[in-house]
């Protein structure tokens, strides 16, 4: 591939992803896409296709050294889960999983807030998709209690029942698997953050609206899970800090260790719900932020969602406009939801 090629091709990706992808995040999303590019040629591509924001993230000091020693033998040893909430005054929380060892991202659920059987609803989707690992781990928050009580139910179908089997520490640790939050953020949660901002300071959306609030969460979680799923494929194939000739989706490959487990061993989630409340535990049910006044109307909110995809552009595409620089289609997406609810409310 010429030098030329190479160029027009990471223009092109960073017209998807945005700026921020540096050397190795650029790399691992040209691998995710079938391109095997040294990294001294994205590098040298990068610097030629946008020098000014290359040479900022040379003296990028976001990366930081993890001061708390860390442990994990292999892929299935620790799995992570945890949550990033700089969206969360927006109605959006990214909640994601990935082992320790390996870094792969397993899995994620974008929620509108702290959802509890949400989030074991996508633990289930691993527990059955992947299987279990030998210790779980996430902060103090009491949205993954149902989570960790079912990890402790199926405790004795791990790989190795020595380890504890659910833990719960700081979210302030650093630990190496927490490492991919400073990638989300500077790729997706900070543009699309200031976006909101803007478009708060110019009145187009008034946050303090229950309408207001639901349609500006709804359109934001489909335009965050673009740039998330970006990030994902990303992060999974590019190489790892330190770790040389190392990626996360090949270290998962070659020293997968997770436990396997068969369907019916897997509570659904109605039992998963009956067996926790049955100890007395307490589960939050609210899944909602603001208020949408369809809700409740299949119909409606079906009318509601041919109408406004019709009226948008794809959201990849509003996705890449957001990080490069013009909110205008974003804008746009969140005044035709408004727009859609408050005149089919109104017709209805």
């Given at each position: 591939m010429s030098d030329g090629n190479l160029d027009s091709i990471i223009s092109r990706s960073i017209e998807q992803v945005g700026a921020a992808y540096g050397v190795k995040m650029m790399q691992g999303y040209l691998r995710s896409k079938g391109f095997m590019v040294g990294r001294y040629r994205v590098q040298a591509s990068l610097r030629r296709v946008n020098p000014e924001y290359?040479?900022?993230?040379?003296?990028?000091?976001?990366?930081?050294?993890?001061?708390?020693?860390?442990?994990?033998?292999?892929?299935?040893?620790?799995?992570?889960?945890?949550?990033?909430?700089?969206l969360v005054r927006f109605g959006v929380t990214e909640v994601v999983f990935s082992d320790g060892y390996s870094r792969q991202i397993i899995d994620y659920i974008i929620l509108p807030i702290k959802n509890p059987i949400q989030i074991y609803g996508k633990f289930r989707d691993i527990l059955l998709n992947h299987g279990i690992w030998n210790t779980l781990r996430s902060d103090h928050g009491t949205e993954f209690c149902l989570t960790g009580f079912i990890q402790n139910k199926?405790?004795?179908?791990?790989?190795?029942?020595?380890?504890?089997?659910?833990?719960?520490?700081?979210?302030?640790?650093?630990?190496?698997?927490?490492?991919?939050?400073?990638?989300?953020?500077?790729?997706?949660?900070?543009?699309?953050?200031?976006?909101?901002?803007?478009?708060?300071?110019?009145?187009?959306?008034?946050?303090?609206?229950?309408?207001?609030?639901?349609?500006?969460?709804?359109?934001?979680?489909?335009?965050?899970?673009?740039?998330?799923?970006?990030?994902?494929?990303?992060?999974?194939?590019?190489?790892?800090?330190?770790i040389v000739s190392r990626i996360p989706d090949d270290l998962a490959r070659r020293t997968n260790r997770v436990a396997r487990l068969l369907q019916d061993g897997v509570p659904t989630m109605q039992e998963a719900i009956t067996e926790y409340e049955a100890t007395g535990g307490n589960l939050t049910r609210t899944s909602y932020f603001g208020r949408d006044p369809l809700a409740g109307n299949n119909t409606l909110i079906d009318q509601r969602e041919r109408r406004f995809l019709a009226e948008i552009e794809p959201p990849p595409r509003i996705f890449g406009q957001l990080v490069n620089g013009n909110i205008t289609p974003f804008r746009h997406a969140i005044v035709s939801f408004i727009n859609a609810t408050i005149e089919i409310q109104i017709v209805n």
């Open positions: 290359h040479e900022r993230r040379r003296n990028d000091t976001v990366r930081q050294t993890n001061p708390i020693p860390y442990y994990a033998a292999y892929h299935g040893d620790k799995l992570h889960v945890d949550q990033n909430e700089k199926l405790k004795n179908y791990r790989t190795d029942t020595r380890k504890q089997a659910y833990t719960q520490t700081r979210s302030l640790e650093n630990l190496r698997a927490e490492r991919k939050w400073p990638e989300i953020n500077q790729r997706v949660n900070y543009p699309v953050k200031n976006a909101l901002i803007d478009l708060q300071r110019l009145q187009v959306i008034d946050m303090s609206d229950e309408m207001h609030r639901f349609c500006v969460s709804f359109v934001t979680t489909i335009i965050v899970e673009e740039g998330v799923k970006l990030v994902i494929s990303s992060w999974n194939s590019h190489p790892l800090e330190g």
